[in-house]
């Protein structure tokens, strides 16, 4: 008995397939839409063909057709129904029967369905598109190798520059505007003739190191020969007539050597100190030490202190300690504190300290003055920050008195104030 061939409709296209019995169940594309169907079995019920479309009435209400989209709308789900309905599609027989090409057959059986080839690139896309692009990128990085060298060429830099405009003064009477043509390729620039012309600067000669200026004023100084030639480089707290009567009013002594001792500054006041040891020749040919300071004020030129050589070199503190005096004075000196009193002819010198009052360090001193362990001077020896110590010496502005009162048979020379550890007025 001949099994009749199996009739259905695929369900993504309604359109009907006919195919032999012996593909029931397999797999394969609908030949109109290519979605993937399932044909089958012989024992499930046959989808009923849809009937040819009846005749419009020639009578009556005719109703317009049904919208395409409610015919063709797909099912919701795979297992759903497709609804069918009248389709006015012309030039179709009553029994169309779509040519298909046969499903494969069943597992081991033969069929000659065949799958389409599967779609393969144009080959000349190889030889044509890429040795395009190859041929672009070795273009772009020639011209851009190209531009970097050109740009960094010194031709290039000479002629990108802006040149120096030329300046072009006209008379007052002859106004010209702004710009008024180009030399080559710099513009010329015009100006009225009432252009100032800036003075040449004249070069400034280098300046003398302070030291140097101090050393020449101290020599022209020491080789004065009267007190109006010293008057110009020297500085006092005494006035001129006073200071005549002194030594600075004759010649000093011979120099034998002059050396730079220390250089301080004061930034408050804006000095600058310089002290110098002199030594002097005696009449018997040997040396006598002594320290003048030098001073600068701000950018004013250096003077010689005269008070502290005075003081020193001059004789005033000496005669002061030959012999007792009610009188009490202040002078300027080199002083060096020391940690006992070995002098019998000071009385309760087992309290009492001793200060050497030195013309120069490492000198034997001028005199000697002494003071009460727990007097002013003495605080000042226990204090850390003021900056006295023993055996140190320092130039220092002190006040002496003859004490006569603690024993009138051993008078001594008192230290009763240290006002300042430096030489300034």
Excluded at 403 to 415: I, Q
């Amino acid at each position: 008995m001949v099994t009749p061939p199996l009739t259905f409709l695929c369900p993504a296209c309604n359109t009907k397939l006919t195919v032999p019995a012996s593909l029931a169940g397999v797999t394969g594309p609908c030949p109109t839409c290519g979605t993937i169907i399932t044909a089958p079995d012989a024992s499930a019920p046959v989808v009923p063909v849809p009937t040819p479309f009846a005749p419009f009435p020639t009578t009556g209400k005719i109703e317009p057709p049904p919208s395409k989209t409610a015919e063709t709308r797909r099912p919701e789900s795979p297992g759903s129904p497709i609804p069918i309905g009248p389709r006015n599609l012309p030039n179709r027989s009553e029994n169309p029967e779509p040519v298909v090409r046969p499903f494969p057959e069943a597992r081991g059986q033969t069929s000659s369905y065949t799958l389409p080839p599967p779609k393969t690139p144009n080959k000349w896309l190889r030889f044509v598109v890429l040795p395009m692009f190859l041929g672009l990128a070795v273009f772009m990085v020639v011209s851009l190798l190209s531009f970097l060298q050109k740009d960094r060429s010194p031709a290039n830099k000479r002629a990108s520059a802006t040149p120096n405009p030329i300046r072009v003064i006209l008379p007052e009477d002859q106004p010209a505007p702004r710009l008024t043509a180009k030399l080559g390729n710099a513009p010329i620039l015009t100006e009225s003739a009432e252009v100032e012309e800036k003075p040449a600067e004249v070069p400034q000669e280098p300046k003398t190191p302070p030291a140097e200026l101090a050393m020449s004023v101290l020599e022209k100084f020491l080789a004065a020969g009267s007190f109006e030639e010293r008057q110009s480089l020297i500085e006092s707290k005494d006035s001129g007539s006073q200071l005549a009567e002194t030594i600075l009013g004759a010649a000093l002594p011979p120099v034998i050597r002059i050396r730079t001792d220390i250089q301080e500054s004061d930034n408050v006041e804006n000095l600058t100190d310089i002290f110098y040891n002199v030594d002097f020749e005696n009449s018997d040919g040997t040396p006598n030490s002594q320290t003048i300071l030098v001073r600068i004020r701000g950018e004013n030129p250096p003077l010689v202190v005269v008070d502290p050589f005075l003081d020193l070199f001059g004789g005033r503190l000496a005669e002061f300690a030959e012999a007792p005096t009610d009188q009490v004075k202040t002078f300027q000196v080199i002083v060096s504190a020391g940690a006992f009193c070995y002098d019998d002819y000071v009385p309760n010198r087992d309290k009492k300290l001793t200060l050497k009052l030195l013309a120069r360090d490492n000198t034997r001193e001028i005199t000697k003055a002494y003071f009460g362990r727990h007097s002013k001077i003495g605080e000042m020896l226990q204090d850390s920050t003021s900056g006295f110590r023993y055996g140190q010496a320092r130039a220092s502005t002190i006040t002496l008195r003859w004490n006569t009162e603690e024993d009138p048979n051993k008078p001594y020379l008192e230290a009763i104030d240290l006002k300042k550890l430096n030489w300034n007025p």
